[in-house]
């Protein structure tokens, strides 16, 4: 890096694959989820309801260039077109204004169905920790949403949190959660709710002589009870799945998971992509039901 | 509907000038007032202007030093309003007994705001239900009366309060006429619609206010009922007039059919029974009305009439409109939930501030729907 270089910590892994053993031209039905957050966007390619491929990547400053951005990295890849694709389903902040979407479902909703076919169909409970908001959600057997509760008004507890604290340690925000956990004793949480205080805070912490570990490790701890707050508002049923990129951070899971005393299923699949994955399978079932008549109704 | 309430819409948006305009008009006086409770029957004998205050739902920074920042955002907007000026044109202020919340507000409306003349402390029994309320409460309407007939200088006859009495429960009675509209499927009057005519009955003149509404009530007839309603919801909670908000919930999938709250329903739901001894007539009208959480026990009678209005209204959910801080209705919440929910109607409950964030409720409203229907999805 040259000097005067700005080491972006914050930036986090964006990914993109495709499931080179299926052949997508011989698919009946090929449906698309858009998941356009706060922070990221995931678009997401099904092929006869099984996930295919997907891209993960930083939400831009337009939520229509952020999801053409996403899918065209799944079509790219895979050869596909847009017009091969039958069916879209916008979803999340930026979710109506997704350009070719035929609908647009809640991202509570999708991250249920998406979490259901992850960690399959005896997920009850899903903790859906995002760019700048965190959601309880309760589900039955279909991953239908039963009950949700969001944070309020604040992003402390949020990736966007995380991604403020990576920088402020100057540590990759991949390495934050196995860091946590390097400390001699647990710290008591940092104790402010809101993303801006908590960095004022660490940074007291810093002053008065903890580690950059002790500190990442009071504010993983915070961000743990700060969903286990919510979580525990609508009761945990087991089996819990955890969605959205804090999901890849094990300084938190393993916090979260103390807490609730329980462990979180596991999943081979990305987490972040719960919510465009449940928007493609959404897309499937209603292509299922309704035919060529879901695109028309759209 | 487009058109039919534009009137109340233009009076709504246009509060000030109304009441300033009817100032000028009439050279009556114009009250503040912070409560339902008020006995507005009075203040209109006394030939005045009852104008309920409301909030402006934008940032303020002027309450801080006078009540705490955890008192409910409506108390906090609305006296933000007074101490800013916008009621500058009312001579008196009034609240009878709610909340402590809104009594600090007004205590602090009278003392810092310097256009006020008078005002005037309502100690209304908050135990509606003891033996001895009614007796109370006439005693204080009593006093009421006389104070009031201090400001204007003469007497208030028995006859000019009954004609309080006979224009306050002419625009109950339209109002509950117009609400039966919203029981239709596909309902020609929607929830905005719905809130701009109860809202803007609290401080327009009651008697333009009956004539207005008279006209639109022989209008409805002839409009085709051909909204999609989608989901049926209640709203229910304290104070409400976030019209963008409404507006929101029903661009989504859903009409607003009925509401428990003081900017709706509790305001006009019961009329007057006409009794000989016209202070009774007023007293008990307050007393049995629609219950505030404020005014309901040791008995839960609100619970019964929440699930009787869903149900008479048919509404398939209700979605709790809470505002911050106000423990009246967050102590009521979780039974009457549990109560709503036991007999069929699912609730979803959202924190209202003086600005609301209108993006995150969308999600909540839209993930709320979800669940209420969608089964083409699974």
Known sequence: ?298 | MSGLFDQFKEWYEKRHDYAKAWKARTGGQVVATMCTYTPEEILIAAGMLPVRVLGAHEPQNVTEPHIFGMFCPFCRDSLAQGLLGRYDYCEGVTLTQSCIQYRQAFNSWRMHVPTVKWDYYLPMPNEVQSRFAKAQHYAEIKKFREYMEGVIGKKLSDADLKRGVEIVNENRRLLRELFEYRKETNPRVTGVDALYASITAQFVDKEEHNKELKRVLAELPKQANNREEGIRFMTIGSENDDVSFMAMVESVGSTIVIDDQCSGTRYFWNEARIQDDVIATIADRYCERPACPTKDYPAHTRFDHVLKLAQDYNAKAAVFLQQKFCDPHEGDYPDLKRHLEANGIPTLFLEFDITNPLGPFRIRIEAFLETLGEEELF
């Open chain 1, 1 to 298: 890096m040259s000097s005067g270089e700005k080491k972006e910590y914050w930036r986090w892994q964006e990914s993109c694959w495709i499931d080179e053993s299926k052949d997508w031209r011989a698919a009946k039905i090929v449906t698309a989820g858009i998941d356009v957050g706060s922070v990221s966007s995931q678009a997401v390619v099904c092929v006869d309801g099984e996930l295919y491929g997907f891209n993960s990547m930083r939400t831009g400053n337009n939520s229509p260039d952020s999801a053409t951005n996403a899918l065209a990295g799944v079509l790219e890849k895979s050869g596909m077109k847009l017009e091969d694709i039958t069916y879209v389903i916008g979803t999340g902040y930026g979710r109506v204004n997704v350009p070719f979407a035929h609908k647009a479902i809640t991202e509570i909703a999708c991250h249920a169905r998406g979490a259901n076919y992850m960690g399959g169909n005896k997920i009850r409970t899903i903790l859906d920790m995002g760019g700048q908001d965190c959601k309880a959600i309760h589900c039955d057997e279909k991953g239908k949403v039963t009950n949700f509760l969001m944070n309020d008004k604040c992003a402390a507890g949020t990736g966007r949190g995380m991604e403020v604290i990576a920088d402020l340690m100057q540590i990759p925000i991949a390495e934050l959660g196995p860091r946590s956990f390097d400390v001699d004793e647990e710290p008591q949480a940092v104790s402010s709710t809101c993303v801006v205080f908590a960095k004022s805070e660490a940074l007291g912490l810093l002053k008065a002589g903890y580690s950059k570990n002790k500190v990442i490790a009071a504010y993983c701890q915070a961000m743990a009870e700060r969903v286990v707050s919510l979580i525990e508002r609508i009761g945990v049923e087991n089996d819990f799945f955890i969605t959205g990129g804090i999901a890849k951070n094990v300084g938190v899971v393993k916090r979260i998971e103390k807490l609730l005393g329980t462990t979180a299923a596991e999943t081979k699949y990305d987490s972040q992509i719960a919510g465009a994955l449940g928007a493609a399978l959404f897309g499937h079932t209603l292509m299922l039901k309704q035919g060529a008549s879901a695109t028309k109704a759209a």
